[in-house]
């Protein structure tokens, strides 16, 4: 019995489809459309066969949303945004930084009569500017630890919750890293390989990693391997002024 996979497309077949969503846009909208872009995988030219086509579209007038649908069997996601809405996006910079500060200067434009892309990147790259790089180290190295503990309460038939927990730090930790190298990674797919030649990078990074991600199932070495990644990470943040501990709740 043939087992279930996606349906397979050609990146000519993605740009095609995006092309006929954009000319029915323009139908309806008119005047109003500001702005039609793919991105993702599309736009950087790293999509597969069975890739999805992610569109963002700009309407005046129209509420933001995200709608997904399947258009000529071929899974299709755009995300309808106000001017306000984009223009909201393009200033505010959160510690996933590294997988989505690139969405404004990856994208594929296919439609932008007033240059709307060219402000939003000005405006990006401001924000950046203006970003104190060090919050959202801390906030990444806090993330890192919630799912730290939780592994560290699990038994030892917990193996699935376990794998999944380490999946996390793991995550968590390239996030980490790739804000202190000032590094905005391709895709999700590829973060891990390239924070591996990072310049600035815990003990042992690489290998610890690799281990956390293995999906042991077996609880007590997935503990050994997250202990020591936490344990290697948390002494490299601290050299670079990142730390947890508030002795004197001087925050308060």
């Not at 996601?77 to 106000?82: E, P």
């Amino acid at each position: 019995m043939n087992r279930w996979k996606p349906q397979e497309f050609t990146t000519d077949d993605r740009l095609y489809v995006a092309h006929e969503i954009f000319e029915t846009l323009l139908r309806k909208y008119e005047e109003r459309l500001i702005s039609v872009a793919i991105e993702g995988s599309t736009a950087k030219g790293m999509d597969r066969p069975e890739s999805d086509l992610e569109l963002r579209v700009v309407v005046d007038g129209r509420e933001s949303e995200w709608y997904a649908f399947f258009y000529k069997e071929m899974f299709v996601g755009i995300s309808f945004n106000t001017v306000e809405k984009i223009h909201s996006k393009a200033r505010s910079m959160d510690y996933e930084w590294c997988v989505k500060g690139d969405v404004f200067f990856t994208s594929k434009i296919l439609y932008d009569p007033t240059n709307l892309y060219e402000t939003l990147k000005e405006i990006a790259l401001e924000t950046e500017s203006q970003t104190n790089f060090n919050i959202l180290m801390k906030d990444a190295l806090a993330d890192m630890y919630e799912h730290v503990y939780k592994i560290f309460t699990l038994k030892d038939s917990d193996s699935i919750v376990a794998a999944h927990e380490s999946r996390q730090v793991a995550y968590w930790t390239t996030m980490l890293v790739g804000l202190k190298n000032r590094h905005k990674f391709l895709s999700s797919r590829s973060m891990y390989e390239e924070a591996f030649s990072f310049q600035s990078l815990p003990d042992h990074f690489e290998t610890n990693i690799k281990e956390v991600l293995s999906l042991h199932t077996d609880v007590e070495k997935l503990k050994r391997f997250v202990g020591d990644l936490w344990s290697t990470t948390s002494d490299w943040a601290r050299i670079h002024g990142i730390r947890l501990e508030e002795d004197y709740l001087s925050f308060l």
